[in-house]
């Protein structure tokens, strides 16, 4: 239309500009009517996507009908072959009657190649206008009998003509009401015949039958585009409640529902055709920190942009979804060669390596994947699912922004993963866990001034497992909330029995502090043990910090404002802010052993340090060094007014009672005139 307009606006054209208009819109609703499209007769508009899964309905419909129509065609054939059978013209009726036969039988073959295929979500505007075409070459067909025998019959045979013509309206109407186009295809033709056998008759009384038989017309062509209108609407309606279902609102891909459905139909096109499929299973690289960091709104933003980045990187046949969260999914159809999925995960790969652009910033957030290929990685869903995610894992411990193939030998490490999953979900209860305390020295005076509590866990059969490995899963699968709060009570009720003014430091996980009870758990645990609150020190990182913003400050605000001490740990690690030590209640910085360990190295190490330490001093914030193995890393920290120092050179973690002897070992605080610290030795006990 609005290349018309513009060729009407076009110098030259003004006399021919108008009729080239209208002709445009007269075929172009020709061809919308041919097509079925019931929005020229006040149907609902729409969409091609729902056009099309409106045309199956439609179409499927009358394919349910067509049995039925194929029989009465036959049976009404054979009555007016025996009705015409003495006739002058029984010839002509049974060419007629074969043409019908032929008709009748090929409608038969083609609707028994469609069995046992799957009912399409969709059609093309062409399957109707073949229907259509269908319709009006059997309607044809009826409207010869009116057409070639009416006048010359007997009043007999004009009473089954009549009837059969009669007949043949209302159930084709019935069975096409369906597909309008298509009734009207088969009606029009036997009404106009019958109306023009009718008028040639000369009967006055005919004459009113033919006026009735307008009537007819009108009131039976109007309830079928009625019916027709109202089952659109009602279609119309219930696919757009089923694509808000299948449809993620954010990113307008479909949903964990429409992918899984897409899984399935790539399934049986697998069965049907020997098409393979690639699935490429991604997360967003550090998006939960984002997130809460810049905001939800930008964090939405990202999401948006990514879902544009993978249409970008998709083919016309591939299906995508956004699974939930930071999560998304690529069906690569007739992809199943590793060389071919590579290309595939590698252009994704390289899409997500460049920044995201929000409100004026730029957010880099990579996309680790997942790639799993059917049916040799998995020859029913669920199984290729499990091996993309299992893929996907192994892809995001390696490092951001890259792609793993599902790999056979990943099936052992996941059973091994789950296997771990259910001894830590029994261990607990079976008393399997212990705490190991690490000393910490004061480096102003060389005495022992507290511990840090460490989790050990030491299983029946696997000896003892190391941190690193059944930590990431007990956050995973939230088993480290119990855990964590046994370890909150069992610290405390060791350090209450300690000697003042000695304290207890435990870490607490990002996964407990988004419960909002962890305070009042912390602060029941010390009134239970009997422990002062200023002798617990809770540690936590920047991911607490990043996890929830505002719930993290209010819980960190209620522990220090009931005497607890907080302190930050592995500080310049993580997405380290100077923010947090401005608006936080921080006691203690605690320097990452990364930095401690290469101080005499790294001269960038060294001027971390150094700054960190001069910073802390000048907001009045204690600084403890983790990581000291060396007497040089001990005296570049005490040189440099460190306040506190951890590591095996000061004492590796020992049990409680090892813990309370070193305490206890320890000679009375020195009184003024002492020597200074760093003249003296660190203590006997803790040079182990």
Known sequence: MAHAYRRLRRPGNSKIGLGSVVQDVLLSKVRRIVSGDLSVFGGPMTDEAIAGQLRAEQLAGVLRHTRGIMIANICNALIFLAAQWSAPDQGLALIWAAMVVALVALLHVRQRTRQGRPKPRTVSERAIRRASLYALALGGLWAAVPLLFFNSAGHGVQLVIACLCAGMLAGGAFGLGGIPIAAVAFTAPIFIASAIAI???????????????????????????????????????????????????????????????????AFAR???????????????????????????????????????????????????????????????????????????????????AKPFHVDGQEVLSTASIGVAIAPGDGSEPPHLLRSADIALYHAKSARGGSFRFFDVSDHALARERRALQHDLGNALHRG??????????????????????????????????PPTAFIPVAESTGLIRSIGEWVIEEACRTAAAWPQPSRISVNVSAVQFREPAIAAQIMAAIAASGLAPERFEIEVTETVLLSDDETALEILRTLSAGGIRVALDDFGTGYSSLSYLRKLPLHRIKIDRSFVQDLKTDLQSAAIVKSVIGLATDLGIDTTAEGVETAEQLGFLRAHACGEAQGYLIGRPVDAAEAMAILRRQPKRPGAGAASAADKPLPKAHCS
Do not use: M
């Open 270 to 352: 697998l069965a049907s055709t020997g098409e393979p499929f690639t699935l490429l299973w991604l997360d967003l690289d550090s998006f939960k920190a984002i997130n809460d960091r810049l905001g939800h709104t930008v964090g939405d933003e990202i999401l948006i942009q990514a879902a544009d980045r993978l249409r970008a990187c998709a083919g016309p046949r591939d299906a995508l979804a956004r699974l939930g969260g930071d999560e998304f999914a690529v069906i690569a159809a007739g992809i199943g060669g590793l060389d071919a999925g590579a290309a595939v995960a590698r252009r994704v790969v390289e899409a997500f």
């Open 199 to 265: 008028g040639r008759s000369g009967d006055a009384t005919y004459l009113l039958v033919a006026a009735l038989l307008v009537v007819y017309a009108l009131v039976l062509l109007r309830t079928v585009f009625v019916y027709a209108i109202e089952n659109a609407v009602r279609l119309v309606a219930q696919f757009d409640a089923e694509q808000r279902i299948r449809r993620d609102p954010l990113t307008q891909l479909p949903n964990r529902v429409g992918f899984t459905e897409s899984v399935e139909t």
């Open 432 to 465: 399997e866990f212990r705490l190991v305390y690490q000393p910490i020295l004061a480096l102003s005076d060389n005495r022992i001034v507290g511990f840090e509590a460490l989790l050990r866990w030491q299983h029946p059969t696997r000896g003892s497992v």
